[in-house]
């Protein structure tokens, strides 16, 4: 006897950062009052000549919803047996779906019965969006574990800063493949100073002060204040902002002359930790990039310090734009920039303040307090780095 076999798509996204999955209500006339353990995922028999069942998935969430599946991978939720002995296979997909504007082929139905007519319905009536317990709810029995699994596979999420996700799983398929899961996090965005590069003025300054560093943390604090510097990192010229500086504060023109003349001087070493982290999410295919306040006018001679900049897949300054973080435009120009998503993309600062806006606009801001923390919060999001840094 041949089994019959269907093939589905569980369409997911994330809403403030909760996972909803999309789910079809059965139409014609046996369903209409039926609502909890009746909906299903879009899915249908699979065609003739053995069908491939993805292709089958595919074709039965547009039939069933009007929409092609949006673009990207697919997740392999593996299969599950219905009552009546049918054999469902499933594909996760992310993308989003306006329910008022899906729509359904029809079907074919006797009815009423018994008076020989043939009445037309649709075969979904109406498609809704659910958060994993009402979807549990709702969804017919059988097909609890494509929930489950997707959530075990993006990890149990909740709002941003909770999640609890462990690293990407492969899930089991009764077919005998196995698909390796995604990760709901797609991208790392690291800040610089103090993240991978250990800038500080007082690495010049305690060569020009020398041993008082009373004078030294007072022209920092009133003289080459860390606001005067936050306007060079926004895109002002160092020229301007040290002659205009020198006519305030005459008697320091030396050390504010430094400023520029020897800024080189303010780069220390890189943080290796945190470069390894870099270079192991490289290796990894998974995308990183700079968002940092930093000056244009250095950022040239930085890049040239610390050859791991150029390996990565995109860097914005705010010297670039002429505004810097915690300001939430360029958290949203980052974004624009490189075609991220708020909520699949990871940001590590040391700036609490920058963690919290970040955090605001929905995307994944991870404090920096040193390479290890992030190491594992890293891991405990899904992504593929090994437990300690390799060769410790
Ligand atoms: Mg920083």
């Not at 009536?125 to 979807?135: I, K, Q, S, T, Y």
């Not at 709901?184 to 800038?199: N, P, Q, Y």
């Not at 490289?282 to 990183?288: D, E, G, S, T, W």
């Not at 300001?327 to 919290?356: K, Q, Y």
Request: net charge negative; hydrophobic share 40%; with cysteine.
């Amino acid at each position: 006897m041949r089994i019959p076999t269907s093939a589905g798509i569980l369409l997911y996204r994330f809403r403030d950062g909760r996972l909803e999955v999309l789910l079809g209500h059965p139409g014609g006339p046996f369903f209409g009052r039926k609502d909890l353990g009746n909906w299903s995922i879009p899915k249908g028999q699979r065609g003739p000549d053995n069908e491939d069942l993805e292709a089958t998935a595919r074709r039965e969430f547009q039939e069933e919803t009007g929409h092609p599946v949006p673009a990207g991978p697919l997740l392999d939720l593996g299969s599950i047996r219905q009552r009546g002995g049918k054999i469902v296979y499933a594909w996760a997909a992310e993308g989003d779906l306006d329910p008022a504007k899906a729509t359904s082929n029809m079907i074919e139905f006797p009815w009423p019965p018994f008076t020989g007519r043939v009445k037309r319905f649709p075969e979904i009536d109406r498609v809704g969006w659910f958060g994993p317990e009402d979807a549990r709810q709702r969804i017919k029995e059988a097909q609890i574990p494509f929930i489950e699994r997707l959530e075990t596979a993006l990890g149990r999420s909740g709002q941003p800063g909770a999640f609890e996700g462990g690293p990407a799983v492969r899930l089991p398929s009764s077919d005998g493949q196995r698909g390796l899961v995604a990760n709901r996090f797609k991208a790392v965005a690291f800040d610089i100073g103090g993240v991978l590069i250990d800038w500080n003025p007082r690495h010049l300054y305690r060569k020009i002060f020398g041993p008082d560093e009373v004078a030294m943390e007072r022209f920092l604090t009133e003289v080459c204040t860390p606001e005067w510097n936050a306007r060079l990192d926004a895109g002002r010229s160092f020229a301007d902002a040290v002659a205009e500086l020198i006519r305030e504060h005459p008697s320091q023109a030396d050390a504010i002359e430094a400023y520029r003349s020897r800024w080189d001087e303010m780069l220390g070493e890189a943080f290796e930790e945190t470069v390894g982290i870099l270079r192991e999410l490289r290796r990894a295919h998974v995308p990183v990039y700079a968002l940092s306040n930093w000056s244009a006018e250095t950022y040239a001679v930085t890049r040239s310090r610390f050859p791991f900049l150029d390996e990565l897949d995109g860097a914005l300054i705010s010297g670039d734009i002429g505004v810097g973080k915690p300001e939430p435009a360029i958290f949203r120009e980052f974004l624009d920039r490189f075609g991220l998503v708020a909520e699949s993309t990871v940001f590590i600062d040391d700036s609490s303040a920058n963690v919290a806006v970040a955090r605001s606009l929905g995307i994944e801001a991870i404090q920096f307090r040193s390479a290890g923390q992030v190491r594992r919060d890293l891991i405990s999001r899904g992504f593929p780095l090994a437990s300690h840094p390799p060769g410790s």
